[in-house]
């Protein structure tokens, strides 16, 4: 009996082990997306309209940083298009006043970890391998943990890739 314990024991633990390490399971059902100042939906801008994601996000393909597009962004188009909308018209005040939108970051990363999204728009990983299908979001919410498992997972799939291989140096993300 104790040894049929001991082997479940065991076997559940790797089980878990296993399951903490990869931490590849969705998060839409565990953290809802954070209230935003503005109503604004990816599902329309990225997907029924199709502007790509650089658009918005100029920084990502030159920066180890994604911008948060400036309100200037947003208003190129919205000067004219469905001005007379309610969220539209408040995205304005934050023009007119000269002010940033207190966008909530929905992507964190802990302060010890050093992601860089030029590295990877450069070898040609898709937004949605991290971000989730976000052309297809409302309210852009956090698809994937982000966590090192996660991530390391990624980059073992990708070690050999003959264009842009993957680094298993701990100093690529923790420096």
């Not at 990869?22 to 801008?45: E, G, I, M, N, Y």
């Not at 393909?61 to 469905?82: F, Q, R, W, Y």
């Not at 302060?111 to 297809?136: D, L, P, S, Y």
């Amino acid at each position: 009996m104790k040894r049929a314990l001991a082997v479940l024991l065991v076997i559940a633990t790797a089980a878990a082990a296993t399951r903490a390490f990869t931490q590849t399971f969705p998060l839409a059902s565990l953290k809802p997306a954070p209230a935003q100042p503005l109503p604004f939906s990816h599902k329309v801008h990225a997907g029924t309209n199709k502007i790509e994601c650089l658009y918005c996000h100029f920084g990502a393909d030159k920066s180890p940083i994604a911008n948060i597009p400036p309100v200037e962004v947003c208003m190129g188009c919205h000067k004219i298009v469905l001005a007379d909308r309610p969220g539209v018209q408040k995205l304005t005040q934050y023009y007119e006043k000269g002010e940033p939108i207190p966008w909530v970051q929905v992507h964190v990363l802990p302060q010890h970890v050093k992601f860089n999204h030029k590295r990877h728009v450069k070898a040609q990983i898709a937004c949605a391998e991290c971000h989730g299908k976000v052309e297809e979001m409302d309210v852009v919410r956090q698809e994937y943990s982000l966590k090192m498992g996660w991530c390391v997972t990624c980059h073992r799939t990708k070690l050999n890739d003959p264009t842009f291989p993957a680094s298993m140096d701990c100093l690529g993300c923790h420096h």
